[in-house]
């Protein structure tokens, strides 16, 4: 079955640190992909990111980095110098395709708070 | 112009009633979802629909009628409403051919008292 595991529940900063979410994963396809979404305070879910499990590039948007290692299942976020607005929660999560249906299997969340 | 659009945004309600959230997409896209968001915020999925016909189904009660008029609409149906059903009700559409990522709506806080 496939699971994914952020293993931080809460993580607290002060403005301008960087901050790494981790995020690791379990599935039995050769093929798949990889989520981040954002979920701030007013309760929406902000796409971030898509990553193929055939592009182990690491990726970077702005003050926003991802780092993908299929040796070790993981698909960290990394923001850098970390601002107010960023506070939120932060979910992972794999897709697993069925049918002519993309099924997301989310982790439980990182809430990031950043304090001023 | 939004995207992924659902209402109501708030639905407070008693115990046995029936309630419904009806979902719109605006992105041509040919599949759609909802998605539960419990009170720790765990999101897990519920239903898929791919062109009106349903995919998904993920051992949900069968007090929960989703119903698919179009490709661009999907509304969930509620009977017989209990506590353990408050949540955030998420609607989401996507274009799997595209490999497109899921777009979704404002959610529908859920309180059942």
């Known amino acids: 079955a496939q699971k994914v595991t952020q293993a931080q529940t809460e993580i607290s900063v002060v403005e301008k640190e960087d901050v790494t979410l981790d995020c690791v994963y379990e599935?039995?396809?050769?093929?798949?992909?990889l989520f981040w979404y954002k979920q701030p305070p007013s309760g929406e879910l902000v796409f971030l990111i898509r990553?193929?499990?055939?592009?182990?590039q690491n990726e970077i948007s702005g003050r926003y980095s991802w780092n993908f290692q299929k040796s070790t299942s993981s698909f960290n976020f990394t923001i850098t110098a970390s601002q107010v607005v960023d506070s939120a929660v932060y979910f992972c999560?794999?897709?697993?395709?069925?049918?002519?249906?993309?099924?997301?299997?989310f982790g439980k969340g990182t809430k990031l708070t950043v304090n001023p | 112009d939004t995207a992924v659009s659902q209402t109501p945004k708030y639905l407070v309600t008693q115990m046995g009633n029936d309630k419904s959230i009806k979902c719109e997409q605006n992105?041509?896209?040919?599949?759609m979802y909802w998605y539960k968001q419990d009170s720790k915020k765990f999101l897990k999925i519920m239903f898929s629909?791919?062109?009106?016909?349903?995919?998904i189904n993920e051992t949900v009660p069968n007090r929960f009628s989703p119903k698919s008029p179009d490709k661009a609409h999907l509304n969930l149906h509620i009977n017989s409403l209990e506590l353990g059903d408050s949540a955030v009700y998420f609607c989401?559409?996507?274009?799997?051919?595209?490999?497109?990522?899921?777009?979704f709506g404002n959610g529908t806080r859920l309180t059942v008292t």
């Open positions: 989401a559409s996507s274009q799997v051919r595209y490999n497109s990522p899921l777009h």
């Open positions: 599935t039995r396809d050769t093929t798949y992909y």
């Open positions: 990553r193929n499990s055939f592009d182990e």
């Open positions: 999560a794999l897709s697993d395709t069925q049918g002519g249906s993309e099924k997301l299997v």
């Open positions: 992105l041509g896209h040919d599949t």
């Open positions: 629909y791919n062109n009106k016909e349903l995919i």
